[in-house]
C-alpha cells in the first residue's frame, strides 16, 4: 500500500492541546496491522497532553523542526533525523521547542487505533 502524506486530510486537535495529525495508517486501514502509523505536526508553542500507552510501544523520527518529549520526568530533544524509543507504560508529554513547525512520524506496535484522531 502506497500512501502520500501530503494528501492525507489533517485532523486537528481541539484545544488547549492544539495539533495536528494525518493518519497513514492503522488497523481501519490496513485490517490486522501489526503496527500503525501518523504523521504529527505541531506549530511553535503547542504542547500535547501527558499521557501513556499502556501496551504499546511508541517511536518518534523527527522530520523537521525540533520538539521536546519529555518521557517519565526527562527531557529528550528532537530535531530532524533523531529517534526516540518510548516503552509502554511511560508518561510522556510532546512539545515544540523552536520558531518553526516541529513534524515527526510516530509509530505504535503493536496496532493503535487512530480513531480518536478521526475524531478531532
Not at 486501514?29 to 501518523?38: D, G
Not at 510532546?94 to 480513531?115: H, I, K, Q, S, W
Amino acid at each position: 500500500m502506497f500512501f502520500d502524506v501530503a494528501k492525507l486530510p489533517e485532523h486537528e486537535a481541539p484545544a488547549p492541546a492544539t495539533r495536528y495529525a494525518r493518519i497513514l495508517f492503522d488497523d481501519k486501514v490496513i485490517p490486522e496491522a501489526p503496527l500503525s502509523m501518523a504523521v504529527f505536526r505541531f506549530e511553535p508553542g503547542q504542547i500535547g497532553p501527558k499521557h501513556r500507552h499502556e501496551t504499546e510501544v511508541e517511536v518518534y523520527f523527527c522530520l523537521e523542526g525540533r520538539g521536546v518529549v519529555v518521557v517519565d520526568g526527562v527531557e529528550h530533544e528532537l530535531t530532524p533525523r533523531t529517534a526516540l524509543y518510548i516503552a509502554p507504560q511511560k508518561d510522556h508529554e510532546t512539545r515544540n521547542a523552536g520558531d518553526g513547525e516541529f513534524v515527526f512520524l510516530a509509530v505504535f506496535g503493536p496496532c493503535v487505533n487512530f480513531d480518536f484522531i478521526r475524531n478531532w
